[in-house]
């Protein structure tokens, strides 16, 4: 059956993270207009670190261009997900 792993033993050391507000071109959020192809909250822009030498060798601003550029410190295992893709936590 979809969605059932069978013989699969749950791994107390393995842990997910998951953003609930982020979107991919695939599963939109909705049908408004600026919804639709978007990289929701993937394709954010860089912003400035702290710490003034850190901030010197990064360029803040710059926006992200999914999918080979997105923004996250961890690409998804799976790819950029869509939150509401009921197939992303299965």
Same mark, same amino acid.
């Given at each position: 059956? $979809? *969605? =059932?792993? #069978?013989? #699969? #033993?749950?791994? /107390?050391?393995?842990?997910? !993270? !998951?953003?609930?507000w982020f979107g991919n071109p695939q599963? /939109?959020?909705? &049908?408004? =207009?600026?919804?639709? *192809?978007?990289?929701? &909250?993937?394709? +954010? &822009? #860089? +912003?400035?670190?702290?710490?003034? $030498? &850190?901030a010197a060798k990064h360029k803040a601003g710059k926006l992200m261009k999914p999918p080979e550029d997105a923004a996250t410190a961890f690409y998804p295992d799976r790819g950029l997900y869509s939150s509401i893709d009921r197939e992303v936590a299965a």
């Open positions: 059956a $979809k *969605g =059932k792993r #069978v013989g #699969v #033993v749950p791994d /107390p050391a393995v842990h997910i !993270f !998951f953003y609930a599963n /939109p959020w909705g &049908e408004a =207009k600026h919804n639709m *192809g978007n990289w929701r &909250e993937w394709n +954010q &822009e #860089v +912003q400035s670190h702290w710490d003034s $030498k &850190e």
